[in-house]
């Protein structure tokens, strides 16, 4: 009996130390329950700061994006605008040209009646010498000369021409 007295005591105390154990591994199983919680709950915080990052980040480069999109629309503007100015200039010095030209054109022909003017002037000095020295009046007036006839200037064809091109807009 005392064997087993003995055994019942060894037995319990062999029940009290696993008890002690189970206890200090359920205390230790909590800790490490709380110490694990604790930890999911800084790695969510975390996770929710990189998702903050994240978006905030997406934004600006929507932005960016949109940023780069009006740049691109300014710059194409501002290369258009270019082309339509070198295309004006280029314009506006073809119109220089041509005006050029028909001034060249118009002081020739100033030139020509200029000269046919003053073979006129030497040929109606002559004839003037020729003409009667009284007309009467009033068919001077009404544009009749009876007693000479009036020198037509003849104009060629390049005059009416010339004409013509002054009627038209520059280009």
Known sequence: MEELEE????????IEGLMIDIAAAEEEITRWKVAAEQEAAAGRAV???????ISSLKQEVEE????????????????????AA???REAAEKSLRLADVRASRLRDRVEELTRQLENLDNKNDSRNRTRPRYVCWPWEWLGID?????????????QNANEMELSEPLL
């Open 7 to 14: 055994k019942e005591r060894q037995a319990n105390e062999n």
């Open 47 to 53: 996770e929710q700061e990189y998702r903050d990052q």
């Open 146 to 158: 009876f007693v000479g006839t009036r020198p037509q200037i003849a104009m060629p064809e390049q």
């Open 64 to 83: 960016t994006k949109q940023t780069m999109v009006e740049l691109e629309k300014k710059l194409k503007f501002k290369e258009e605008t270019a082309t």
């Open 86 to 88: 070198m295309a004006a």
